[in-house]
């Protein structure tokens, strides 16, 4: 169900996809032992939650700031990297899921480069 109070934001494909990243993150976590709670898991899922955070916030300010939080999610989608090889280094994911990550935040990072470009014309 679509919600009767719409942000512009929404409307971005970056955004919508970050969204849905940081939702397989908090679930991927999941599995994550007790003592990564304050570790790992805390710092992957900020990092997730983090690029959608930043455009949601950006979006409603001029162009040159917006791009300034577009670089900051660009950031906590690379930060998302390491998380994720650490994750399967330590065998709380598999090498797949890493995999999907890896590829989910690559269409992300081209979508927060494209989107930078777009805005710097």
């Not at 409307?11 to 939702?23: C, H, S």
């Not at 040159?64 to 065998?91: I, P, Q």
Request: net charge positive; hydrophobic share 35%.
């Amino acid at each position: 169900m679509k919600s009767k109070y719409h942000f512009r934001f929404e409307d971005l494909n970056v955004y919508r996809k970050a969204i849905q990243f940081g939702e397989a993150v908090n679930n991927q976590i999941d599995t994550f032992p007790q003592k990564e709670m304050y570790r790992l898991s805390s710092q992957f899922v900020r990092a997730a939650d983090s690029i959608a955070f930043n455009i949601a916030e950006g979006s409603g300010s001029t162009d040159a700031n917006f791009n300034r939080y577009l670089k900051m999610a660009w950031d906590s989608s690379h930060e998302c990297v390491e998380a994720s090889t650490k994750a399967r280094l330590r065998g709380y994911i598999d090498f797949d899921t890493d995999e999907l990550n890896r590829q989910q935040l690559t269409e992300i990072g081209k979508m927060i480069s494209s989107l930078r470009k777009h805005l710097t014309k």
